[in-house]
Structures are given as C-alpha cells and as structure tokens.
C-alpha cells in the first residue's frame, strides 16, 4: 500500500512539471476543459457544412442601426391611396349617414346619396347636400334649425338597415352567425335561395371575394329587382368612395329554385343558404350539387317550419345531419352618467311650524326612457367611499328598454355520405 501511494505522488509531480506544465508551474488547461463561447458550442453541434455556414454569417458585417434607418427613410414610400385606404373628403355620389342625437338617449340615422343640387330633411332642420360634399367624415354639422348631425360613411350592416326593403330583411346579427356555420372563405361558391332586398347577398358578396361567386335565385319578379338595385347602388357608392373597386360576383336569377335543377347541376358549391318559406322543397334539388361535408344554413321565422324541415329530411331521407339550431340575442345595455336634480320631494314640503328640524331630503329615483334622475342627497352619498376613487359623478348601468326581438331560427344542415348497403 505504501509503494502504491509513492508511486502516484511521483506521477502527480513528474505531470506538473513536464510538458503540461504551463510556465510559472501552474498547469495547463486541457483541450476539453477549454471555454466556449454559445455560438462555438452550437457549431460543434452541427455537421461540417452546416457549421461553416453559421462561421460564415457570423463573421459578416453587421449594418449599424443608424444605417438601417437612413435605408428605410430612403425607401420608396408606398401612397395611402395605392394600398387601398379611402380618401378624405366626401364626393358626388357616394353614401353619407346622418345621426341626429334626441332625446332620452336615441338617435336618428339618416341616409342618403350626395348630389350637388339635392337637400338632407331631418327633424332637426335641413342641410344641403353642398354643405357636406367636400368635408372629412367625422364632422358635425349644424342644419338650417341649429341642430347638429354628425356625419359619416355608412358600414354594410348600416346600409343593410337602412335600405329600401320589399320583403322582411336578414338581420345582419344573423347573417353574421350563418356566415360562421357555413365558413365561408374567399373563392368559394354558394348558392342563394330567396334574395329578398339583397342583405343576403351583399355579405356574401363580401365573404367569398374577387374570385368567389354568389348565385341568387328569387321567385317573385318584384323582390329579384329590388335585390339588384340594392346591390347595385351600393358598388356604385363603394367605388366613389373607396380606391378598390367592389367585387361584381353576384348572379341575380329570376326563378325557382325547385325548378332549376338543370342550372345547378353542373356547378360544385361549397355551401348553400335558404331563405324561403318551403326550404324542404328545395333541398332535393340542391343537395346533389353541393360538396361533401358542405353545409346548408336554413333561415326560418317560426320553429314549426323548423319541425316541417327536420320531418321531411328524415321522411326523404336525405344527406343531411342537423347539427345546431339557434336563436341570435343581443341585450343592449345603457351606461351613462346620472344626472343631478336639486329639488325636494313633495312629500316632504311642511312648514317650520310644525317641524322640529328641518326636513331632510330623501331617495329618489326617476326612469324618463333611457335616463336616470337622482336627488341631491344620493349624488353626495354615492361620493363616499371607492366611488370618489374611480369617478366623480354616479354612473347608471343597466339593460335598455329598448330591445332587439326575435327575427329567426337558424338551421345548421351538413351534407354526409351515407354508408352503402
């Protein structure tokens, strides 16, 4: 034992002293025990050609941030105009929304077409349509009577309300929630049952694109030419109005759809759309032409019409799987501040003859339509407390009066294959 530990204390001193040594007696640091930097540790990581490459980008200049910045300012700069943005001011034939605010917290939206000789009437007074032209959207603007409008572009589900209309429109709140059942995407091709005033089509329009296309078919000659009126007035506006021209992707087509199975025989649509007072009707026709796992979204008023549809499916036996049936519910809400009243309740009007103390005054509260009232003592009550942390006044937050009803059933159909026998 005592040989063995001899014979390793003179390897130790014979390893520090030798070649390994470095001078000055410390020793030197192996090969392996050498510090690498991260970008070292990732090459050796990688295989050869691969490593030379990191080496090489690693070893390139790198441009100083001033630099980059003075190539960016020097860059070409692409107009607002060119990539699509709407131009400032109003013109000659385009679409302008009036809102007149009323009382108990409504307003009035007005909408009209702009031309030079023509005139807005409103309950608030008359503004020329002159006086409009030319300004920024945004701005308000005082009629003959003093009343001020408020006056912008109007959006598409603000022109869908506000159009002229034949027969009872899609509300845009459920053509939003059929769009998300059908996912729509740009380039597809969907079939249309029931134009209607062309609600319907004017969102399709917009979800399938340039290259998608929207065929619509109507059986009263009335509400066909409506629908394309509607439709028509509106590209006409969008293109004054907007740099980017608006798709022209609709067929507008006068006839049954029970009758056109010819028609749509040879067209391959990815999802279909019913609005009609017989949807069951149509489905033989339609169901052939549409792709496996396409949906069909069914617009119906009452739920025994729902009941009708689902009985002839399933007595037809038809493709199709109901997957959902919903209503579409907004509840509107009012928020705004509480306004102060300094009066006392008549309930407590008596004379200083009778009373000991003066009268103090009490809760009230007063619903005009919209609005809350609230007495004096209650404003300095409601200041107590966290209320003075986050405002200075009381605000009322409650469900309005005014709320939208029920406008429809919406039937979610998908197409399958059935199992062969």
Known sequence: MRAWRGLRRSLSSALSCGDGAAPGGRPRRRAWETSLSPLERVRRLLPPEEAAEVGRCAAAPQTPPEEEEEAAAAAPQVPLEAAGARPGPFRAGELA????????????????????????????????????????????????????????????EEYVLLMPRGPTIAYPKDISAMLMMMDIHPGDTVLESGSGSGAMSLFLSRAVGPKG???????????????????????????????????????????????????????????????????????????????????????????????????????????????????????????????????????????????????????????????????????????????????SVPYVARPSYWQDAHSAFLTKLRKFRPLLS
């Open 213 to 391: 296309r929207v065929i619509s078919y109507e059986i009263r000659d009335d509400h066909h030419r409506l629908a394309k009126k509607n439709y028509r007035h509106w590209r006409a506006a969008w293109e004054i109005g907007h740099t980017e021209e608006w798709p022209d992707n609709v067929d507008f087509i006068l006839k049954d759809i029970s009758t056109a199975a010819a028609d749509v025989k040879s067209v391959t649509l990815d999802a279909i759309v019913l609005d009609m007072l017989n949807p069951q009707s149509a489905l033989p026709v339609v169901h052939p032409s549409l792709k496996q796992g396409g949906v069909c979204a069914v617009y119906l008023a009452n739920i025994t019409q729902v009941i009708d549809l689902l009985d002839r499916i399933r007595t037809c036996k038809l493709p199709f799987l109901c997957e959902r049936i919903i209503e579409v519910t907004h509840r509107n809400w009012l928020v705004l501040p509480a306004k102060i009243k300094n009066c006392k309740s008549s309930q407590m009007v008596e004379t200083q003859e009778n009373t000991e103390e003066p009268p103090q005054k009490e809760y009230e509260e007063i619903h005009i339509q919209d609005q809350v009232v609230l007495k004096e003592s209650e404003y300095n009550e409601s200041l107590s407390g966290d209320a003075e942390t986050y405002c």
């Open 97 to 156: 929304l009036a809102e007149l605010r009323r009382k108990h917290n409504t307003t009035l939206k007005l909408l009209c077409r702009l031309a030079a000789g023509s005139v807005l009437a409103s309950p608030g007074g008359l503004l020329p349509h002159r006086d409009i032209i030319g300004q920024l959207p945004g701005q308000l603007l005082r009629t003959s009577a003093g009343a001020r409008l408020l006056l912008r572009r109007p959006s598409l």
